[in-house]
C-alpha cells in the first residue's frame, strides 16, 4: 500500500481525499495557491506545500511543479480529484514516467474517451446505444447541413473535446446551422484549443442517468447502480439523486450491463462514471465516460456503503475490488445539492467574498463535504461551489425531507448563495413527485429567476468587488463589459 499520497486538488474533493488516507494511515500531501493560503485542505493534510499564484494556469495546473514536489517528499502516488489534472492524460503519463502511481485509469483508456467523437465511435462497435448524430467531425457547413437533414432537426453542435457545458449549440431550423456551426466552433476553440464539432439528435426531454462503474487491474468490474442527474442549469448539474425514481429494475439491469461494456471496451480500471440521456420510455443513449471521480459520488456512498474514494487507492496499489456485484445492493436513497457561491437572482453571476458566517447543518442522514470555513474567502479564481450537502433516508420522501430540514439549518453570510433556489427545487411539486427532466429548471424557474436583467447599480457593485480581487482597474470599460458578459463565468471551471 501507499505510504504517502499528493492531492493535486483544492477544497471539498481535497479534503475527502485526505480524509480517506488519514483512515488507511496514509500520509497526505496537500497542495495549494496563493489564494488557498490558509484553506482548510492545507490544515488537514500532513504536509502542505506552495503551487504558485492564485490563477489555475499557475497553480493547480502546473504540472512541473506537482510533479516536482511529489518526488521531493516522496510521494509515491497523486490523487487527482475532480477537474484540473484528473482527466489529463499527459499529466498521467508524466506521472507514471516520474514513477509514482496515478491514482485512476490508464492514461489510453483517458485518451479513448476523451474525444467524444472517437469515443461514440468505439461505443458503436461495442453495442453501446449512442445518441443518433455523426461519430466524425463536421468539417464544413455543406457537411453539416447533409447530416443534419439525414439526422433530423433539432440538433446539437458539440465540441468534440467538450466538457462542463461548453461549447453546445442547439440548432431547430436549418437556416440557423451555418451560424450556429461557426459559434460552436469559436467556442471550443477558445475553451479547448480545438475546434473540432460534431452532430447529435437533440433529444426532446430526456432524464440524465449515469452509472458508475469500477474496475480493478485485474480485470474485475461492477457496477454501483445509476445516479439521475436531470436538475440543471445551462447543462451544469444541482441536484442529483440515487437511486433514479424514474429507473425501474429491468431498466437498471439492462443500462448498468451496457456500463459495464463500455467500461470493457476501453479496458478501464479505477472508478468511472457512463452518462446516458434517457428518453420516456427508457430507452437510453450513451453521452459520454467521465473518467474520474464524479462531484456526486456522495449519493452513491450513501446508498451503498461504500467508500470511493479507499476504493480508487486500493485499485490503484493493484489490489482486487474489495467486493463482488453480488454483496451490492441499494440501501434507501439519497439526493445532494450543490450549494454555490452565486446570485441565482442577479443571472447566477458567480458572488465573492468572505464567509462571515458558514453555519452547515448536520442531524441524521446528512452528510457534508466543503473545503471552507467561517472567515475563508470564495475567489473568483475557482468553480464557486462552497459545499455539498447530500441526505440520506429510508425513502426517497425521507431523504428529501432531511434535506429541507437541512438547507433551512445551513447559515451562510457574506456571499449570496442559491440555498433559496434550492429550497424551491425541494418545495416543486414536480420534484416531489420525481417527474421532470433535464428542462426542468428551465420550464419551473425560467423569468423568475433565469433572466432577470442586471441593474447598473448590481454591476458597479460586482465591478469594485471583483476587480479588487483581481487586482485590475474597475473603471477600466472593458473589464465592466466582461462583467456583463455570461460567458466570462462560464469560464470558470465547472465539473
Ligand atoms: P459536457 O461534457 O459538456 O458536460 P455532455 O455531453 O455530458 O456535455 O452533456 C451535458 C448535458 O447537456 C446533458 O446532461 C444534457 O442535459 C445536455 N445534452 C447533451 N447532449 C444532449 C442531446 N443530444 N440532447 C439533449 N440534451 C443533451
Request: charged share 25%.
Amino acid at each position: 500500500m501507499f505510504k504517502k499520497i499528493l492531492i493535486a486538488n483544492r477544497g471539498e474533493i481535497a479534503l475527502r481525499i485526505i480524509r480517506a488516507c488519514k483512515e488507511m494511515n496514509i500520509n497526505s500531501v496537500a497542495v495549494y495557491s496563493e489564494a488557498d493560503k490558509t484553506s482548510p485542505h492545507t490544515k488537514y493534510a500532513d504536509e502542505a506545500y506552495y503551487l504558485g499564484e492564485s490563477p489555475s494556469s499557475e497553480s493547480y495546473l502546473n504540472q512541473d511543479k506537482i510533479i516536482s514536489i511529489a518526488k521531493q517528499v516522496g510521494a509515491d502516488a497523486i490523487h487527482p480529484g475532480y477537474g484540473f489534472f484528473s482527466e489529463n492524460a499527459v499529466f498521467i503519463e508524466a506521472v507514471e514516467d516520474a514513477g509514482i502511481t496515478f491514482i485512476g485509469p490508464s492514461s489510453s483508456s483517458v485518451k479513448m474517451m476523451g474525444v467524444k467523437t472517437a469515443a461514440r465511435q468505439l461505443m458503436s462497435q461495442y453495442n453501446v446505444p449512442i445518441v443518433p448524430g455523426t461519430t466524425y467531425p463536421i468539417k464544413s457547413v455543406s457537411e453539416g447541413k447533409e447530416a443534419a437533414i439525414k439526422i433530423g432537426y433539432p440538433i446539437l453542435l458539440k465540441a468534440a473535446a467538450g466538457g462542463g457545458g461548453k461549447g453546445m449549440k442547439l440548432v431547430t431550423i436549418q437556416n440557423e446551422f451555418a451560424s450556429s456551426f461557426e459559434a460552436a466552433q469559436r467556442e471550443a476553440l477558445k475553451f479547448f484549443a480545438d475546434d473540432t464539432v460534431y452532430i447529435e439528435k437533440y433529444i426532446e426531454n430526456p432524464r440524465h442517468i449515469e452509472v458508475q462503474i469500477f474496475g480493478d487491474r485485474l480485470g474485475n468490474y461492477v457496477h454501483i447502480f445509476e445516479r439521475e442527474c436531470s436538475i440543471q442549469r445551462r447543462y451544469q448539474k444541482i441536484i442529483e439523486e440515487a437511486p433514479s425514481s424514474f429507473v425501474d429494475n429491468k431498466t437498471r439491469d439492462k443500462i448498468t450491463q451496457v456500463a459495464i461494456n463500455a467500461a470493457k471496451a476501453c479496458g478501464y480500471y479505477n472508478a468511472g462514471t457512463i452518462e446516458f440521456l434517457m428518453d420516456k420510455y427508457s430507452n437510453f443513449y450513451f453521452l459520454e465516460m467521465n473518467t474520474r471521480l464524479q462531484v456526486e459520488h456522495p449519493v452513491t456512498e450513501m446508498i451503498s456503503g461504500l467508500d470511493l474514494v479507499k476504493e480508487q487507492i486500493n485499485v490503484a496499489a493493484g489490489e482486487k475490488l474489495s467486493f463482488d456485484q453480488g454483496d451490492l445492493k441499494i440501501n434507501g436513497h439519497s439526493i445532494e445539492a450543490r450549494i454555490y457561491a452565486e446570485d441565482p437572482e442577479n443571472n447566477f453571476l458567480p458572488s465573492t467574498g468572505k464567509l462571515l458566517e458558514f453555519q452547515i447543518p448536520s442531524g441524521p442522514g446528512i452528510r457534508i463535504d466543503t473545503g471552507f470555513s467561517r472567515g475563508s474567502l470564495i475567489s473568483l479564481y475557482y468553480d464557486p461551489l462552497i459545499a455539498k450537502l447530500s441526505a440520506w433516508g429510508r425513502t426517497r420522501q425521507e431523504a428529501l425531507e432531511r434535506l429541507k430540514r437541512a438547507l433551512s439549518e445551513f447559515q451562510v453570510a457574506g456571499v449570496t448563495t442559491n440555498i433559496p433556489l434550492v429550497k424551491a427545487v425541494c418545495n416543486n411539486i414536480n420534484f416531489i413527485n420525481g417527474s421532470y427532466d433535464i428542462n426542468f429548471m428551465e420550464k419551473e424557474f425560467t423569468g423568475e429567476l433565469q433572466n432577470r436583467a442586471v441593474s447598473s447599480n448590481e454591476i458597479e457593485n460586482a465591478v469594485v468587488i471583483i476587480s479588487s480581487l483581481l487586482k485590475v482597474r474597475s473603471s477600466s470599460t472593458e473589464f465592466k463589459n466582461s462583467i456583463t458578459d455570461n460567458n466570462k463565468w462560464n469560464e470558470l471551471q465547472y465539473e
